[in-house]
């Protein structure tokens, strides 16, 4: 009989145990009857049920405020029993029994669900609600009839007279709302470093710490002048922490990482939160009231220091962190003037921005082409962990044994607050014999197309354009000089023709100076020539392209050849040829050649005529032919030093865009923004 009794109550505790950990969805109802301007508070209870969704709820009868949410976990016996609730604070909006709706939810292919429940809306504004102790405790009525009789309050398990606030905020006489949400409601700035070095990252965290009840969002988010920033991806809100003494829930309003572009003492900008809770007067605590706070927080400032100087490397990388780098090839050994490309691989954590391709001493015999880059970063974590990447095409130009000597790559560690060097192994690249079907130009024509290539199509391009152009205007020549001969044309006015030929003579001088640099005397006895022949006969100047004739297609000098139909030599000065004027200035031309590049949707297609832009513009400055953008950023730095690095980062993003797989927005109009204002 006891083995049996025994056996009875195993069974049974495994039959409640079972019935403990079985998902199920509860609905709880804080009061059956409330007043016409009382609040009840509603939770649906999630119990043993991993991720669930809240559905739709449509509560017609109430003003709803939430849903707030509430996480636990109980174990009983070794077993453990999992809680997820959601809990709405609601309003009638009239008199009567009013509906409190269930939901039902498929979980695991099966149907939970809790039923209705309904709530009692009396005609009074106000229910006084029973103390807990007196409606728990057994002695509840001996103690409402002898209230001298008292015990102390923790016997029965009741609380204290004055419990901090956990179901509202207690506004003292003379406060404001925002004033006593500021005890239980605050903002809290943590970044990771106070002081730190200029390009470095750091982590700030904006979190909103709250030890009452309520719903919240914030109002205002952080800007950040003065750093570049990234945001992070956060997955821990909320949680619950203890400061002071207290008890309070945590969300998260921003998590960022920030790299300072500036020295000096700046400020993490402030933040506020409109907080939404039970305002309960301090002298009638009956008297509640639900509103809304602002919760500000304070700019909070941190110290960015410059790199230091010392063992700072002559040409320094301007990666911040620590990194590593390695260098591979896709083939050890094969035909000269087949393609190889060079593959070099830089990761760590820290800041790689604005990072270039490192340093490559090609061996003799090795033609090497434009790099192209790849940046990948993980922003779950701090520090992110980011890669660069870069592919640099090769060929070898014989037959021979090579070797690419160690690649280094120098960057600070902020940490040690020293510069670190980092290298490669060397590469051994054997190149046999070419084959005999595969000279070196076909196999670059073929695979090495790089923006050189696209460049020349360009210029093809401008010299159809350019003749049409030439064609027209000798059209229009022969025309007004028929006109002239005929009386239907008079001609301008002698004072502006005078004033234009003149600009033109002040021109052709400018050019002259240039040219006595390289001592090149006939042209300028030809100047000389034109301006005495201006002075002298009164009549227009022979137009010389200098670069006016500019379209989006073309270079320049490729128009001139084509669309010049006069060229100026010592020889046909004075002659009686009537030259041609332009009909459209050089800014005429240039702003039309700007809306064509508008025009123009294909990623590619705009930085191809935007870089034949630039190589113009080039042209026009240092008044050259030159088409190679190497040799002109070169005379540009020797020149004109303070538009090299413009000019070079335009190309630079040329480039770029034109070797990866889709060109970024934002590098079309920074360079569309740049070449507007470049001057004519």
């Known amino acids: 009989m006891c083995k049996r009794s025994i056996l009875v109550l195993f069974i049974s505790g495994l039959f409640i145990c ?44 109430w003003d709803v405020n939430g849903p707030s949410f509430s996480q636990s976990t109980q174990i009983y016996n070794g077993n453990a029993t999992s809680s997820i609730s959601y809990t709405f604070t609601l309003y009638p909006k009239h008199i009567g029994t009013l509906k409190v709706p269930g939901i039902t939810i498929d979980y695991n292919g099966k149907k939970l669900s809790c039923h209705d429940g309904t709530v009692k809306v009396l005609q009074k504004e106000h229910v006084q609600r029973k103390s807990a102790g007196s409606g728990n405790s057994p002695f509840g009525s001996i103690l409402q009839g002898m209230p001298n009789m008292g015990f102390p309050s923790d016997i029965f398990g009741t609380p204290d007279p004055t419990p901090p606030p956990v179901s509202g905020v207690i506004v003292h006489p003379g406060q404001s709302y925002d004033q006593a949400a500021a005890h239980d409601f605050f903002i809290k700035i943590t970044p990771s470093k106070s002081s730190f070095y200029v390009g470095e990252p750091i982590l700030v965290d904006y979190e909103f710490f709250g030890a009452a009840n309520c719903n919240w969002q914030p109002e205002r988010f952080p800007s950040f002048n003065g750093f570049s920033v990234t945001d992070i991806e956060r997955k821990l809100y909320p949680y619950r922490v203890k400061v002071d003494g207290r008890d309070y829930r945590v969300g998260g309003i921003r998590k960022v990482q920030l790299v300072a572009l500036k020295t000096g003492t700046l400020p993490l900008d402030s933040s506020s939160v409109s907080v939404q809770t039970t305002f309960i007067d301090a002298s009638n605590p009956a008297d509640r009231n639900t509103a809304s706070a602002l919760i500000k927080s304070k700019p909070q400032m941190v110290t960015v220091l410059p790199l230091p100087k010392d063992g700072q490397p002559d040409v320094f990388s301007g990666a911040i962190g620590q990194f590593q780098i390695r260098a591979t090839v896709d083939n050890n050994k094969l035909p000269a003037g087949e393609n190889n490309r060079l593959h070099i691989h830089i990761t760590g954590t820290g800041n790689l921005d604005g990072v270039t391709v490192p340093d490559i001493k090609w061996p003799d015999g090795v033609q090497a082409y434009d790099a192209r880059d790849s940046q990948s970063v993980n922003k779950t974590n701090f520090p992110m962990e980011r890669s660069l990447d870069f592919e640099i095409p090769f060929i070898g130009n014989k037959e021979s044994g090579v070797i690419i000597p160690p690649i280094t790559f120098n960057f600070f560690n902020p940490d040690t607050k020293k510069y670190v060097t980092d290298s490669t192994d060397a590469i051994q690249i054997q190149f046999t014999a070419p084959l005999k079907d595969n000279g070196l130009a076909a196999g670059l024509s073929q695979h090495h197309r790089t923006n050189r290539d696209y460049l020349w199509i360009v210029a093809g391009i401008a010299l159809v354009v350019g003749g049409i152009f030439g064609f027209a205007e000798w059209r229009k020549a022969k025309s007004q000089k028929k006109n002239r001969k005929t009386g239907l044309v008079s001609d301008p006015d002698p004072v502006k023709k005078h004033e234009a030929s003149y600009r033109g003579a002040d021109r052709l001088a400018a050019s002259a100076d240039a040219r006595m640099k390289s001592g090149d005397s006939s042209s300028i006895r030809s100047v000389d020539k034109k301006k005495e022949h201006v002075k002298s006969t009164g009549e227009p100047l022979p137009h010389v392209a200098d670069h006016l004739q500019y379209l989006p297609e073309g270079l320049s000098n490729r128009i001139k050849a084509k669309n010049g139909p006069y060229q100026t030599t010592a020889e046909n000065v004075g002659s009686d040829e009537q030259p041609v004027s332009p009909s459209k200035t050089r800014e005429e031309l240039r ?44 005379a540009l730095a020797d020149s004109r030093p303070e538009l090299h690095g413009d000019y070079s980062s335009l190309i630079n993003i040329c480039n770029k865009a034109l070797y990866l797989p889709v060109a970024s927005e934002t590098s079309r109009t920074l360079v569309l923004d740049k070449i507007e204002t470049m001057k004519a």
Not at 39 to 57: A, C, G, H, M, W
């Open 18 to 61: 079972g019935l403990m950990a079985q998902p199920s969805v509860q609905l709880h109802i804080s009061d059956k009857s409330i007043g016409s301007k009382d609040q009840v508070s509603v939770t649906y209870e999630f119990k043993n049920i991993s991720r669930p969704n809240l559905p739709d709820i449509t509560f017609n009868d």
């Open 591 to 634: 702003q039309e050649a700007i809306r064509e590049l508008k025009q123009r949707q294909d990623p590619k297609e705009f930085f191809v005529l935007a870089k034949a832009f630039i190589v113009e513009q080039l042209q026009y400055l240092l008044n050259t032919s030159e088409t190679d953008e190497k040799r002109l950023l070169q």
